[in-house]
């Protein structure tokens, strides 16, 4: 979206309250990021309430961890290179991205993934409705 740095506002942690919803101030955390607080506390935030990125779209750090397609692998060795997902039929666990509201600001990137029984139903872990334009 036009950044170089960590986040959609270049890495500034002091502002992450204005992009994602984290474990911040808000929360009771001994973890939590203290330069900051969006007042969501321990909880999902309505969609659109985090200001959007370069490309328009909101909400993109934190939240909920994002599931996507992907089997999940402890390494890409094998994985397909043209961006479609790496699926197969022993697959046992999926992959969530991008961290969530009880996660401190390092965590909360689309590159760190996580992999999770397909069965799970927790409240920081969801997906993202997207369409074509």
Request: charged residues 20%; proline residues 3%.
């Given at each position: 979206?036009?950044?170089?740095?960590?986040?959609?506002?270049?890495?500034?942690?002091?502002?992450?309250?204005?992009?994602?919803?984290?474990?911040?101030?808000?929360?009771?955390?001994?973890?939590?990021?203290?330069?900051?607080?969006?007042?969501?506390?321990?909880?999902?935030?309505?969609?659109?309430?985090?200001?959007?990125?370069?490309?328009?779209?909101?909400?993109?750090?934190?939240?909920?961890?994002?599931?996507?397609?992907?089997?999940?692998?402890?390494?890409?060795?094998?994985?397909p290179t043209d961006g479609t997902a790496f699926v197969n039929q022993s697959c046992?666990?999926?992959?969530?991205?991008?961290?969530?509201?009880?996660?401190?600001?390092?965590?909360?990137?689309?590159?760190?993934?996580?992999?999770?029984?397909?069965?799970?139903?927790?409240?920081?872990?969801?997906?993202?409705?997207?369409?074509?334009?």
């Amino acid at each position: 979206a036009g950044t170089s740095g960590r986040f959609s506002n270049n890495g500034a942690e002091t502002e992450l309250c204005g992009i994602a919803n984290h474990a911040d101030q808000s929360t009771s955390y001994s973890w939590k990021n203290a330069a900051c607080s969006d007042g969501v506390g321990e909880r999902t935030a309505p969609v659109g309430r985090y200001n959007a990125n370069g490309f328009g779209l909101h909400d993109m750090h934190g939240n909920v961890w994002e599931w996507v397609e992907d089997c999940y692998k402890d390494s890409y060795a094998g994985a397909p290179t043209d961006g479609t997902a790496f699926v197969n039929q022993s697959c046992s666990g999926r992959v969530g991205r991008g961290g969530s509201w009880l996660n401190v600001p390092r965590i909360l990137r689309s590159a760190l993934r996580g992999g999770y029984s397909p069965t799970i139903r927790i409240d920081f872990i969801g997906f993202r409705v997207a369409r074509t334009l």
